[in-house]
Structure formats: C-alpha cells, structure tokens
C-alpha cells in the first residue's frame, strides 16, 4: 500500500528534476564545445583561454548543481517511503540540508570567481585580444571575433568593399607629420572630414532593413553604423567570399564559434553576426574614445577596431602627450605606420570612410 502511494509522488519528483535540469547545460553541444579555436584560421589567443575558462567554470557548477538535485530527489524518494521510521526520515532531511547548503556554497563561489574575473577584466577591455566581459549578462565573457586571429579582416580588394586602401606601405608615414601634428595640436583630428563614404543602393538597403533594424535593436548598434560597415566592406553585396575567407554581407571570417560561410551569406545571419562582432567593437572605442582628447570619435574608433582588431584601440606611443602631440589611437598617428600592405594608414582610411557615412 505505500508503495502503491508512494509511486506517483516519486514519478513528479523525477518528472520536476528533469524539466528543471533540462536547460542546465545548453553550452556543452555547442559546435565550439569547450575549447572556442585553434586551427591555422583561428589561432588561439588569450581571449579564447579565458572564454575557454569560462564555459569549463560554468558546466563543473552546473553539473554540481545537477548532482545536488538528484541527492535531493534521492533523499526525498528515502522519506516517502520511510513508512514513519524515525532513523528513515531523519537520514533523508539531514540529507537534503546537507546538498542544499553545498548548492548555495557552488553558487556563491561561482559568483565571487565571476566577480573577480569582472574587476580584473571589464577595467581593461582591450587587452589586444578582443576580451570583454557582460556582467549585466548572465555572467557570460565574449570572445571577440575581431581578434588578433584576424577573424574580419575587412581591408580586402572586393567590388564595392575597401580595394583602394592599402596606402602607406614600406613604413612610410601616413600624411607629412608637421602639418598632421599641426592639425590636431590645434583642434583638428585624425580625419578631419578626409573620409569619402561608400554607400549602398537604395534598393540594397530597402531589401536588408528588416533584418538590420532587427540586428541594431538586439545589439544596441545605431542603423547607420551597420549600413556604413556593410557599404564599406561589400557595397551590400551578401555573396562575397574575402581572400581570406571571409565571408557574407558585413565580411566576418567562419570559425567553431560563428556559422559557415554558405550560412554567413545569408543577409539576416550575416548581418546579424556581423553586428554582434561590431557589438564588442562599439562597447570597447565608447570606453576608449574619451582618452583620445577628441582627436576621433568613437565610429571611427570602433570601424579600426572592427578592422583591424581589438588592438586597435591602442594609445600610439609615437603620437602621444610626451612626444609633443595629443594621445590618440595608433592607427591615426601618421609616424611609422608599419610596412605590412594593410597597415595603420590602411586602417585609418577605412575608419575615416566608415566616419564619414551620413
């Protein structure tokens, strides 16, 4: 007889441990799994370590979580058919005492490492390496696909895209240096208005507007802002593959953690990842730009950044208050650009045509 009353309240216990467990490791099959690089396409960086750490802290809790609830639900199965034995019940309820006190100690150690991981990261965004840190998020550390693994690499000689801007070359500065430094020491800046804006057809942004309004209001990136990276990388063209790989209407490299190629091609994944990538870029050149006295805004520090990488965002150590000039970003310094095709005047182009998009 009490088994008979005993089984369908152990059958809802099993049934509530399952709904509420189902949900608890959504991460673990994900394409990327645990580890979120390596290859030759996608070198590892410290970024992908510490989003690596991330997701291995968050399954070890929840899978302590899970272990706990079963104990629970063991210990609860234990006191329904105890049948009123003292020693039964009194076993079961310490039991339960017991896991619920070790769930709240996981939880509460999971939300000081998190908060430790928060204080020493979201102080330094750019640690060239594309980390940045939501603690308004769930707790959930971003790996930023604009890292030094060259995951967008936006300067690429595309119909419509950014052919035309590898200026510089064989470190050669980027405008002559004493009217650069004269500009910006008496209130001018990097671009000054220099920038000359692609744009999309009009047809190209009535037929993506749906998809990149829905991208701005889920990423908190302005309109304008997507349609200026869509024009200056592909003129809205959602089929071009880059020379290295590319891929889709706003450009961004396939990797475990992003969509294929074929699926980046597609206008709203393309546009919608492209915009999450430029999410990061964004949230990094607000908390940056002020630093750099009004020599750049902060579209046009992000466009660098969405360019050319986290690093970007960078002080110039040639152009700075203690060689005589304002601190700006190094990429708007014209003093030893670099000698690589796609070097820093490069960059500046791009964020100065991103800039100047109206």
């Known amino acids: 007889m009490l088994r008979s009353k005993a089984f369908p309240i152990v059958t809802v216990l099993f049934s509530f441990l399952f709904v509420l467990t189902a949900g608890f490791f959504p991460g673990t099959a994900d394409a990327s799994g645990l580890v979120p690089c390596g290859g030759p396409a996608d070198p590892c960086t410290l970024c992908h370590l510490i989003t690596g750490m991330s997701g291995i802290i968050l399954v070890i809790r929840n899978l302590m979580v899970f272990i706990g609830l079963a104990i629970i639900t063991a210990m609860g199965i234990v006191y329904i058919v105890s049948g009123g034995d003292t020693k039964m019940m009194e076993l079961a309820k310490s039991g339960i005492k017991s ?28 640690l060239g390496v594309g980390v940045t840190f939501k603690g308004t998020d769930g707790f959930q550390f971003e790996c930023s696909t604009v890292s030094t693994s060259g995951t967008v690499s936006s300067v690429v000689s595309i119909p419509g895209g950014t052919s035309g801007e590898t200026t510089g070359g064989g470190n050669l500065p980027c405008e002559d240096i004493p009217t650069a430094k004269a500009r910006i020491m008496s209130g001018g800046t990097v671009c000054n208005g220099t920038g000359n804006a692609k744009k999309c057809t009009a047809a190209a942004l009535s037929t993506y507007a749906a998809s990149i309004n829905k991208a701005s209001a889920k990423h908190g990136v302005p309109v304008s802002f997507i349609e200026a990276i869509m024009a200056q990388e592909t003129g809205c063209s959602p089929d071009l593959v880059g020379p290295t790989g590319d891929c889709g209407i706003m450009q961004v490299k396939p990797t475990g953690s992003t969509p ?4 980046l091609k597609n206008p709203d994944t393309g546009i919608d990842w492209g915009t999450s990538i430029l999410k990061t870029s964004y949230s990094v050149a607000l908390s940056k730009v002020g630093s750099y006295g009004g020599t750049v805004t902060a579209i046009e520090l992000a466009a660098a950044i ?30 030893n650009p670099g000698s690589a095709q796609f070097n820093a005047c490069a960059i500046r182009s791009y964020a100065c045509n991103v800039g100047s998009y109206k």
Do not use: H
Not at 101 to 108: A, H
Not at 260 to 263: K, R
Not at 313 to 332: E, L
């Open 99 to 126: 896991t619920l006190t070790g769930i709240v100690i996981i939880l509460f150690a999971w939300f000081i490492v998190n908060m430790f991981m928060f204080y020493i990261f979201n102080a330094k965004e750019d």
């Open 260 to 263: 294929t190629c074929e699926q």
């Open 306 to 335: 969405y360019n050319g990488g986290s690093g970007q965002s960078t002080a110039s150590s040639d152009c700075s208050a203690s060689t005589g000039w304002k601190t700006m970003p190094k990429w708007g310094c014209p003093i």
